[in-house]
């Protein structure tokens, strides 16, 4: 059964910790994407891959960092520097196309 | 700067009763417009790609048309089971999206 898959579901943080989202996916899609999911707002870009061991800054990349060691997988890191992470993530992939497909999300808040 | 702007945030309506959701845009260079549905707390479920002005997708009750600078997606005799928030999504290069905020909709029965 093909998919993307994220975990954990829900997530907490406390101040000044590091955490690490998990997101995989089974479609053989080359491109990856993590978004960020705010009340009120569209999905904003953090960051996203085309290719393994390649990774561009989206829009609001500030605080976060990631790897694309796997074709499968593209972790996301919310570091202690991301001063507002409270929010839904979203990771997404994509064939050879320009349609994404998401995962089930991760809801992170902090504590 | 590259826009998309949903209208309206919030649609209430009966059960059977049909109506429009407007996804207007600014961008340069469109490689295409995908229109999402979202139920709270899940991922966005792919529903439709739009490419060229003039073009159409259906699917059961919903419809997406493209023009220069909007689309729409036309509910028919909507069901409780067609609430959830809309999303429009435009590509640009590098195979990336922008988002609007979308478009809430609930439908009573």
């Known amino acids: 059964d093909g998919g993307i898959t994220q975990s954990p579901k829900y997530l907490f943080r406390k101040e000044g910790q590091n955490v690490t989202l998990s997101c995989e996916q089974n479609l053989n899609h080359d491109a990856m994407y993590w978004y960020r999911q705010d009340p009120g707002q569209g999905l904003r870009l953090i960051y996203y891959s085309q290719i393994v061991n390649d990774f561009q800054k989206g829009d609001i990349a500030e605080g976060y960092s990631v790897s694309r060691e796997k074709k499968e997988s593209f972790p996301l890191t919310v570091t202690s520097a991301q001063k507002n992470p409270t929010a839904f993530y979203l990771c997404?992939?994509?064939?050879?196309?320009?349609?994404?497909?998401f995962g089930p999300g991760t809801r992170l808040t902090v504590l | 700067e590259d826009q998309v702007t949903q209208s309206p945030e919030a649609l209430r309506l009966q059960e059977g009763e049909s109506s429009s959701l407007n996804c207007s845009y600014t961008v340069s260079g469109l490689r295409g417009l995908f229109w999402y549905r979202q139920d709270p707390g899940k991922g966005p479920e792919f529903l439709f790609t739009l490419y060229s002005a003039g073009e159409e997708k259906e699917k059961e009750r919903l419809k997406a048309t493209l023009t220069k600078k909007e689309s729409f997606l036309h509910i028919t005799a909507p069901k409780p089971e067609d609430s959830a928030t809309y999303l429009c999504a435009v590509s640009l290069y590098g195979n990336k999206l922008v988002f609007g905020a979308g478009t809430i909709l609930r439908v009573k029965s």
């Open positions: 997404a992939s994509a064939d050879g196309s320009d349609t994404q497909y």
